[in-house]
Nanobody, 126 residues
Framework: QVQLVESGGGLVQAGGSLRLSCAAS????????MGWFRQAPGKEREFAAG????????YYTDSVKGRFTISRDNAKKTVYLSMNSLKPEDTAVYYC???????????????????WGQGTQVTVSS
């Protein structure tokens, strides 16, 4: 069983920055594929960013490319999402997701992830 706990959300003005963290349990975190998804009010949950177990590959949805960076610290069992140049349309609940299968490509679909955190709210004011 893997437990994920997100933190770092909050209220920020447009153009500002936030860094989300996701702390994971489990002895083999270094082999987990990790992802960040987000869900805006009235919308479906969507992929934002993902990283392979090795950290060698990352992938971003087009709307966050160049502004968001996903990274991981296997020693701390934590994955991060650094968000810069935030826009009001980035407002959403951000969820961390994990899957214990090793892969050389980034998972981008909800069904590919087995474990989910409870989410952290990010609100960007204009």
């Amino acid at each position: 069983q893997v437990q994920l706990v997100e933190s770092g959300g909050g209220l920020v003005q447009a153009g500002g920055s936030l860094r989300l963290s996701c702390a994971a349990s489990g002895r083999t975190f270094s082999s987990y594929a990790m992802g960040w998804f987000r869900q805006a009010p009235g919308k479906e949950r969507e992929f934002a960013a993902g990283i392979t177990w090795s950290g060698g590959n990352t992938y971003y949805t087009d709307s966050v490319k160049g502004r968001f960076t996903i990274s991981r610290d296997n020693a701390k069992k934590t994955v991060y999402l650094s968000m810069n140049s935030l826009k009001p349309e980035d407002t959403a609940v951000y969820y961390c997701a994990a899957d214990t299968r090793r892969s050389t490509y980034v998972y981008t679909q909800l069904w590919e992830y087995e474990y989910w955190g409870q989410g952290t709210q990010v609100t960007v004011s204009s």
